[in-house]
């Protein structure tokens, strides 16, 4: 694929529920982030994968969320009990490299999932 | 702490030139990348800077000054779709954070 796909696009779960969204990178991308962006702000970190290592997830914002990418390519972020907080949308990101201090460190991302929970 | 400070919001007129400032404080520097993000889209990237100065590409250019912690966007021959919001972001040394500014929303008018 050409760029960065993330489904479902849109999630509406019920408070409690366990949700899971998935990330397809762009291929041959070794670093895959994760974002939460609430409304008229700007992305928060979430979580950094190098390949299938999760080396920082530092801004998993409780153990209720979850993220891996066992194979080094697509990743999943699971939340579970979802909570009212938790609606968003959730953004992922590809790079080429990973903390190379270069312009193949840029981040591309993929059309986000809205999540609503009521 | 981290932090990136952007105006809020900006108007300018379709054809001019306008300048979008950001100012930061992070625990290292590995890169500053601006991004353009359309209401209900993704971010896109722009432009990327890791050495002090200007690059230019385009109808847009960003500057450097990591000493004063500073950089700007400048967008020139302005159109109605640059409408957008516009996101400063830093990559801190050290760790793999990418800490983004909350975006200046930028409205151009004809």
């Known amino acids: 694929g050409a760029g960065v796909s993330q489904s479902p696009r849109y999630k509406v779960a019920k408070r409690g529920q366990d949700v899971a969204l998935r990330c397809d990178p762009i291929s041959g991308h070794v670093s895959l982030f994760w974002y939460q962006q609430a409304l008229g702000q700007g992305p928060e970190f979430l979580t950094y994968?190098?390949?299938?290592?999760?080396?920082?997830k530092s801004g998993l914002p409780s153990d209720r969320f979850f993220a891996e990418r066992p194979e080094g390519s697509v990743s999943t972020l699971k939340i579970q009990r979802t909570q009212q907080e938790d609606s968003a949308v959730y953004l992922c990101?590809?790079?080429?490299?990973?903390?190379?201090?270069?312009?193949?460190?840029?981040?591309?991302f993929g059309p986000g999932t809205r999540l609503t929970v009521l | 702490g981290q932090n990136i400070d952007q105006p809020t919001e900006m108007t300018a007129t379709e054809g001019a030139i306008v300048q979008i400032n950001c100012t930061y404080q992070?625990?290292?520097?590995?890169?500053l990348f601006w991004y353009q993000q359309h209401a209900g889209e993704a971010p896109t990237f722009l432009s990327y800077?890791?050495?002090?100065g200007l690059e230019e590409k385009g109808r847009f250019s960003s500057f450097l000054s990591r000493s004063k912690g500073y950089s700007y966007l400048l967008l020139k021959e302005l159109q109605m779709k640059d409408s957008a919001s516009y996101l400063c972001a830093v990559r801190g040394g050290g760790g793999f954070k990418t800490i983004f500014g909350a975006g200046t929303r930028l409205f151009v008018k004809a």
């Open positions: 800077n890791v050495l002090d």
């Open positions: 992070t625990s290292g520097f590995n890169g």
């Open positions: 990101a590809s790079s080429l490299g990973g903390t190379s201090g270069t312009i193949w460190d840029t981040q591309y």
């Open positions: 994968f190098q390949n299938e290592a999760q080396l920082d």
